[in-house]
């Protein structure tokens, strides 16, 4: 096959991966992409998506998109500059950096991504903060886990949190149980009984008086 028919195949095989019957003309302009077909892999830079059906597994892998979808099974974010609008998503993975995300909520947040801001309307079940400089905001996140360093994590209501990084900014309205095993780290609970554990150094820990 000569080279020319075989971009034209490798070309003719990402629209279909995709669900589209042609290439974007203009950036500004929304992509449509069927999630029939799973997994869904955005690769174009540069593009605004919108996507519709049943999604399972979406990944995307290209730099300044833009990705409003509906209700996911997984979620693989990587790249850099990237903006998604979702709903309800089981499980979601971001890598890359300087991202923008928000959901209503997420079973499983697994964050390794300097810049990135994610914003989620209500609950995270589990969180897990790794690498580096990410925001996340929630109404709840039950059980937090912080590995990572100057991650910065902001929500109303926690089970429990163990934040085994440095120099991470942990913030609760309430919180049941938190663990401190990393240094310099920065952790408040404004209200409510908090038992506490503080095994690292120079951290900075205050939780409501006990009544």
Known sequence: MSPARRLAALGASLLVALGLTSAPAEAGLPVPVNCAQSPVELRWDDVTYDLNGTCGVV???????????????????????????????????????GHDLSTPSVRTLKVASPGTRLAVEGLVEHARLGGRGATVTAERVLTLRAPGRHNTLRADRGVDASVG???????????????????????????????????GRDNRI?????G
């Not at 309800?88 to 950096?97: E, Q, R």
């Not at 913030?171 to 310099?184: E, I, N, P, S």
């Not at 205050?206 to 006990?210: G, I, S």
């Open 59 to 97: 990944k995307v892998l290209a730099d300044d998109v833009t990705v409003q979808m509906p209700t996911a099974t997984r979620l693989v974010v990587r790249g850099h500059r990237n903006t998604v609008v979702a709903k309800t998503i089981g499980s979601v993975v971001v890598h890359g950096g």
């Open 165 to 199: 990084g440095d120099a991470n900014t942990v913030r609760y309205l309430r919180l049941d149980a938190l663990v401190v095993t990393g240094d310099d780290n920065s952790v408040r609970v404004r209200r409510g009984e908090t038992d506490v554990r503080n095994d």
């Open 206 to 210: 205050t939780v409501a008086r006990r």
